[in-house]
């Protein structure tokens, strides 16, 4: 394995010569393995897509071990070149869910560029730092490396403005969901800047939500997650370099004869009284809205929660056959009765 799968999963290759801090000085040995690693050759698709990454905001979905962190880190020597190039202290901000990631990443990116590179975590005490604390980092550090709840509190105090970040990394991107500090940090304070960073984020797996049972419920979670980070998916077409590369399952295909009944008319079935409960639910709703409160919020939730299980069971119905329809109701029945 060579350096540009560094970074993705436990087995981190770059740990090996890369050493960042040389005893008693930078030694000779020392300068010859950092310029080792600076001096790696990109894949033909990691090039794909940095080159995707410095026109526009860009998702990377590549397998684990495909070397998402080194595009990052191409990113990171593109636009801190430019920075240098303006004579413009703009930083380039790298964000990472856990704090493992953080201080991993962090060793990377010292070992592969010249900037001044620095992590943060809560770990470090910076949820106590004031101010002049972070002052004192913006003037020393190029690029830092944070949990996103880090750079969230600091935007939430004005320690740090987007106005003063040129590139923002994402890792593990997929977590930008929900009230997720990145989506907090996207959400309060990119999509309102005036002078927004430029975005990339890196994922193997761009879907984690569960319950994700239709080709509609996919592309509607890949259209949030761009919404969200102001970007494009970029996938490798041409996977036959990956292939080579990283480790993956071998799928096979296995081909049967198209089914010869036809379940439309069950379908009806299901449609005709799926809408007799949703007018159930409704008539409830009525005689009781002046009993309770939240009435309203209740008949919402129960005819959307209608709506969802009818289109799921349907789904299943066909796509996958009858069986997997009964197993279908059957979850949603249960999913039904812990909600109340």
Same mark, same amino acid.
């Given at each position: ?9 436990? +087995?981190?290759?770059?740990?090996? =010569? ?7 000085? %930078? ?5 010859? &393995? ?11 698709? *990691? ?10 905001? +860009? ?9 998402? +962190?080194?595009?990052?880190?191409? @990113? ?8 240098? #190039? ?17 201080? &991993? ?22 949820? &106590?730092?004031? #101010? ?33 970040? !040129? ?13 997720? =500090? ?14 927004? =960073? ?8 761009? $879907? ?5 049972? !239709? ?7 890949? !259209? ?23 480790? !993956? ?8 004869? =198209? ?11 299901? %449609? ?9 639910? $409704? ?7 002046? *009993? ?18 009818? #289109? ?5 119905? %066909?796509?996958?056959? @009858? ?13 039904? &009765?812990?909600?109340?």
């Amino acid at each position: 394995m060579d350096a540009s799968t560094a970074g993705d999963g436990d +087995t981190n290759t770059l740990k090996r =010569p890369c050493k960042t801090s040389p005893p008693e000085g %930078e030694t000779d040995k020392y300068k010859r &393995q950092k310029r080792e690693c600076q001096d790696f050759s990109p894949r033909r698709y *990691q090039l794909d897509v940095y080159e995707v990454a410095t026109r526009h905001n +860009t998702i990377a979905m590549l397998d684990t071990g495909a070397g998402k +962190t080194m595009i990052a880190v191409m @990113l990171i020597k593109h636009f801190g070149k430019i920075n240098k #190039a303006n004579n413009d202290r703009k930083l380039i901000i790298f964000l990472a869910p856990t704090v493992q990631l953080v201080t &991993q990443q962090c060793e990377v990116i010292k070992s592969y560029t010249d900037f001044e590179v620095e992590h943060y975590h809560g770990a470090k005490g910076v949820d &106590q730092w004031k #101010a002049h604390s972070w002052q004192q980092q913006l003037l020393k550090y190029q690029v830092m490396v944070m949990t996103p709840q880090v750079l969230l509190d600091a935007l939430r105090q004005a320690f740090l403005i987007l106005d003063m970040v !040129s590139l923002m990394i994402f890792d593990e991107c997929h977590h930008a969901t929900g009230n997720h =500090p990145y989506t907090r940090i996207m959400k309060e304070f990119y999509h309102g800047s005036e002078h927004k =960073p430029n975005v990339f984020g890196m994922t193997a797996s761009p $879907i984690i939500r569960k319950g994700v049972s !239709s080709d509609l419920d996919c592309k509607n979670q890949l !259209s949030e997650l761009e919404n969200i980070l102001d970007s494009k998916i970029h996938s490798v077409v041409d996977r036959e370099e990956i292939e080579l590369c990283v480790p !993956s399952a071998k799928e096979v295909n296995r081909y049967y004869e =198209p089914r010869t009944v036809s379940f439309d008319d069950l379908s009806e079935e299901l %449609e005709i009284l799926c809408s007799k409960y949703d007018g159930l639910i $409704i008539q409830l709703h009525n005689r009781s809205t002046n *009993q309770y409160k939240d009435a309203d919020e209740i008949t919402k939730e129960s005819r959307k929660r209608l709506s969802n299980s009818l #289109a799921k069971i349907c789904y299943c119905l %066909e796509d996958a056959g @009858l069986l997997c329809a009964s197993e279908a109701t059957k979850i949603c029945i249960e999913r039904g &009765q812990r909600k109340g």
